[in-house]
């Protein structure tokens, strides 16, 4: 199971294979980490766990206690998360707040409680760099895209192998293999 930081709900989502069958694994997203709206650490570290059911919603306010129905009090290993995803648009990496930073430190380190791999990825990189806009290609040789995953990589602790940018496809009509080829790596 990969979790996805995203929305407001957790939300399961399954990936076909063909007509007849399923991928032998599920994405959950759950909301941001905004810093007043964001869920709570509690409520993360709950989810990686497994005691968190399908449709909960997230309220910034509380966290999800046993006597919610949609309190899992027996996850199995199915609802358990083998690995954390943190997704990070690259234009928030500077203004990022202690508070945000934090969060992700407190859940990558019930996340290393638990043995759960950790990896970031780096969305709209080409918003950032106009070299990677003008070509995908310069991902790896533009300084100011390293130096924000390395500084990234000190502020929260997940190693800098372990952090991937991917360009977004937003404005393409057609499939590029140099996006797919940042995305496969991710």
């Keep these: 199971m990969i979790t996805i930081v995203h929305k407001g709900e ?19 997203d759950i909301m941001g980490l905004a810093t007043d709206k964001g869920v709570s ?41 083998h690995v954390l995803v943190c997704v ?13 930073l934090k969060k992700i430190r407190d859940i990558r380190t019930e996340a290393n409680k638990l043995n759960i791999p950790q990896v970031a990825i780096f969305t709209k990189i080409d918003a950032v760099c106009p070299e990677i806009k003008e070509d995908v290609k310069n991902v790896y040789k533009v300084k100011s895209l390293k130096d924000k995953m390395e500084k990234f990589s000190v502020d929260v602790g997940i190693p800098i192998k372990s952090i ?10 057609n499939l590029n293999t140099d996006i797919d080829s940042l995305i496969l790596s991710a």
Excluded: R, W
């Excluded at 509380?62 to 919610?68: C, F, Q």
């Excluded at 990070?88 to 945000?100: F, K, L």
């Excluded at 991937?164 to 009509?173: D, L």
């Design 88 to 100: 990070i648009d690259a234009n928030t990496i500077t203004c990022m707040t202690e508070q945000i």
């Design 10 to 28: 957790y939300t399961t989502y399954k990936v076909q294979k063909d007509p007849h069958t399923l991928y032998p694994f599920v994405f959950n």
């Design 164 to 173: 991937f940018p991917v360009k977004n496809y937003h404005n393409e009509i």
């Design 41 to 81: 650490v509690d409520d993360v570290k709950l989810a990686l766990k497994g005691h968190m059911k399908e449709d909960y919603e997230f309220n910034p306010e509380s966290t999800l206690s046993e006597d919610n129905p949609f309190y899992n009090n027996c996850p199995t290993t199915n609802d358990k998360v």
